[in-house]
């Protein structure tokens, strides 16, 4: 029973994360800001940070299993 929700709570965790990172690095690479009024530096790693942390977050669930 408890297999549905981890597998689908991991997926989507892994692919936010994995998709945020993508975004995350195609702007840095561009030079184009990740968030509006925000140091540029900062914005960065903030997203680098949480889209570390949400593909963590989907690999610890999809190891649950």
């Given at each position: 029973?408890?297999?549905?929700?981890?597998?689908?709570?991991?997926?989507?965790?892994a692919?936010?994360?994995s998709g945020?990172?993508?975004?995350t690095?195609?702007?840095?690479r561009?030079?184009?800001?990740?968030?509006?009024?925000?140091?540029?530096?900062?914005?960065?790693?903030?997203a680098?940070l949480v889209?570390?942390?949400?593909?963590?977050?989907?690999?610890?669930?999809l190891?649950?299993?």
């Open positions: 029973m408890e297999r549905g929700p981890a597998i689908f709570a991991g997926v989507v965790f692919l936010f994360g945020l990172l993508a975004w690095t195609v702007r840095v561009q030079r184009r800001p990740v968030a509006q009024g925000v140091s540029p530096v900062a914005s960065a790693t903030l680098g889209s570390v942390i949400t593909l963590t977050l989907g690999t610890w669930c190891t649950r299993l």
